[in-house]
């Protein structure tokens, strides 16, 4: 009997000891994921700034309270509790690019063939058809990457893609259209503000 009560002595012991370095591994990946959502969510807003729908905005609101609640956790030093709710804007994260993706590609699509044909005149300038080039190989690389489910990989391909399609405008002298000012934003990684009338 004593023996057994010597082993349960001793795991109790154990355990005691070694609640401190599981704790502090519960620490160090809860700040961990903080880090990683605050990243992920000031990109996130860029896309959803720009060309998310109501859907898209009201998950990001959740989002961002997740985040905040992972704050409140961490600062109550609820550790598993703060990377349930990272875990959650991060399911969160990856379900709004998934509805960003299909728009990003639909829309890089739009672009190539709206400046395609209104620089089609300036195509013998090598600058331009190698900016054309570049575009269309990000936005094929862009569709592989939605076949495979990496929708963020999308998102920032098609930035990208853009930014290689309207740069196009200052190499012939030309001023970016108007209707492509958010996608100029977009591209550049800045959410978009209409000019005040």
């Known amino acids: 009997m004593s023996s057994i009560i010597k082993k349960i002595y001793f795991t109790f012991i154990i355990l005691i000891l070694a609640f401190p370095f599981i704790n502090s591994s519960d620490r160090t990946d809860a700040l961990d994921l903080l ?8 990109q996130l807003e860029i896309a959803v700034r720009n060309f998310g729908e109501i859907a898209d905005l ?3 609101d959740k989002g961002i309270a997740f985040i905040n609640l992972g704050r409140v956790k961490i600062a109550q030093t609820k550790y598993l509790d703060s990377k ?11 379900n709004i690019y998934k509805s960003l993706a299909g728009r990003y590609i ?3 699509e739009q672009l190539v063939d ?3 044909n ?3 005149a300036s195509i013998s300038n090598e600058k331009v058809l190698k900016n054309f080039e570049t575009a269309n190989a990000h936005y094929e690389n862009a569709k592989m990457q939605l076949t495979t489910k990496h929708y963020l990989e999308v998102v920032k391909i098609l930035r ?10 200052e190499i012939v002298g030309k001023k970016i ?8 934003a977009d591209s550049n990684n800045t959410i978009y503000t209409a000019p005040a009338k």
């Open 160 to 169: 990208l893609a853009k930014r290689f399609l309207l740069s196009n405008y």
């Open 177 to 184: 259209p108007d209707n492509y000012a958010k996608d100029f």
């Open 58 to 60: 009201d998950d990001f």
């Open 84 to 94: 349930a709710n990272f875990d959650s804007y991060l399911n969160l994260e990856y």
């Open 114 to 116: 709206e400046t395609s």
């Open 118 to 120: 209104e620089l089609a």
């Open 35 to 42: 880090t990683k959502c605050e990243q992920g969510s000031k």
């Open 106 to 108: 639909k829309r890089v």
